[in-house]
């Protein structure tokens, strides 16, 4: 007899040595038709591989994370089937999983989306015949007489060492590590997304192929959610909308530095502003430290040798500079001074700290990829017993702030990597101080076994936007590298010098980023207390313009953001030139409001309210921004 053990700990026994695939029918033909692949000692296999006796075995269905991942591996090669159904002259390369689908790598003639309809028609030929995916196993020998009239895979073989793995489905096979769904059946919604010119292996030098991309689902409405989320993406880039709003632009003079306009700053300000406002009620300090320092900081952090490559460096007075790539360096110079008492801890320092990062310009990316950047550090330095505490207040604080936005987000914590500085007692306190603090928080978290940083463990958030994107933003990382490179230290209640505990972290990491995250999450419409204009003043005629102006100084002096449309054109095109702009409150001022001293408001939701005081005006205005409502929609009566 042959026993297995499943997850839950129960056990299953079998005459002679079963697939993964038996193993899912024992339970039942419902949940094996939903079975994608097994995990057995961490490693993921195909359903099809034979079961030792006493193995653990976890079954992967289409519910499960690593699910998606397979099925679109396995779609890229129906892909690349397809493709050399229909261009016999084609060459195959490479075709991995990428974020949000495939690509595949073709030598072969150049394609436009024309193209699509008959190979994704030829795709879902091959998807209804159910083929079977089968692994086989050769030598090197045999793989490269398999491939012989294949010179790229031929060029891969090279490079192997060993057994060669292989898949095939029906008449076309190919190179792959695997593993894949059962059979072809199982990839129910594909869709081609577009096509690009990429480079053999990145070399410039070589042969220029076609770079066809895909995604895949197990579920038509899931193709169809994702089609529509690029859809309303397209809409919101921030990269548009940035132009449009007159918020910020990007000029050849400084790649990937921003330009903010005075909206931008505007917008910029407020959320700065905010920032501020939450750090102080939790006790925060604001410091600010130099932009460049010498080479000997760097060397002591150790960015100067794990990330020079990345750092822009100068010379002074015949020293080496470095302008800082993060904060954190300069911040432990400041800790330092202070040598402070554990009746002082814990200490909690912020820096909007400007820093440049050298990112190659085809990783640029609008603002959320760029080489200059403000990041919203803080470090907080505190004793080990601290550590709960603290992790639950920088939770509880994050959580303030991606809710005043409308944000939902999600939790990772990320445990000791193989290489990683410190003794297993400070990674167990460590971690066992991350995961208390969250299970007292008692939001729901996934574990990354091995993915922390060298320094320490750590928690990442991942902000959830509008159309469901996730952006990964906030982190709390604790660290166990740079307290002892400084020789930080505080006075203990013995007396003694101690080495502090301390936590790095960021709630909206790079501001610019999320900035741009903010652009495309409200799609521009901002809410009131946020908007670059507040409110948008438009008198009807050139003789109200010195009365709309002296309006425009009085809202102002009471904090208001307030812009005056001088235009002469039409009152219609002046409201519907506001509109686009998104501003919030557009009120308009004629004969009638100068006599009575009262404001014609018309809000986004098109509902306009005539004879409103400056009083009533003022008000409702003021309270919305100090409640900082997610909407952009005052209610005036």
Known sequence: MVKITLPDG?????????????????ISEGFARSCVAMEINGDLLDLSEKVADGATVRLITTKDSEALEIMRHSAAHVMAQAITNLYKDAH????????GGFYYDIDMEPIGEEAFPAIEQEINRLVKA??????????????????????????????????????????FTDLCRGPHVPHTGMIKAVKLMRVSGAYWRADQTRAQLQRVYGTAFFDKKELKAHLHMIEEAKKRDHRKLGTQLDLFSFHDEAPGMPFFHARGMAMWNALLD??????????????????????????????WENYRENMYTSSVDGFDYAIKPMNCPGGMLLFRMKSPSYRELPYRAGEIGLVHRHELSGALSGLFRVRAFHQDDAHIFMTPEQIHDEILGVLKLDERIYGTFGL?????????????IGSDEQWEKATEGLKSALDAYGKGYVINEGDGAFYGPKIDIHIKDAIGRTWQCGTIQLDMSLPERFDLSYIGADNEKHRPVMIHRVAFG???????????????????????????????NDDLLDYTRQVKKELEAEGLRVEVDARG???KR?????????VPVIVTIGEKEREGGVFSVRTLDGKVTYGVSREAFLSVVKADIRARKNESVPVFG
């Open 10 to 26: 129960s056990k299953r026994e079998f005459n002679e040595a079963p697939s993964g695939g038996d193993i899912a029918l024992s």
């Open 510 to 540: 790079s501001i610019e980023r999320f900035f741009g995250i903010l652009v495309e999450h409200y799609a521009g419409r901002f809410p009131l207390w946020l908007a670059p204009v507040q409110v948008v003043l438009l008198p009807m």
């Open 92 to 99: 195959l390369t490479i075709g991995p999983v990428v974020e």
């Open 569 to 571: 054109e039409s009152l």
């Open 274 to 303: 905010y920032w501020r406002e939450e750090h102080a009620k939790d006790e925060y300090v604001e410091t600010k430290t130099p932009i460049m320092l010498n080479r000997a900081l760097w060397e002591r952090s150790g960015h």
């Open 408 to 420: 939902d987000f999600h939790l990772e914590l990320s445990t000791r990597p193989e290489k990683s």
């Open 574 to 582: 002046k409201v519907r030139d506001a509109q686009l702009e998104q």
């Open 130 to 171: 159910k083929l079977p995916f089968a692994r086989k196993e050769i030598s090197k020998e045999e793989a490269l007489e398999r491939f012989k009239d294949e010179p790229y895979k031929l060029e891969l073989i090279e490079d192997l060492e060993g057994t060669i793995s292989l898949y095939e489905q029906g008449d």
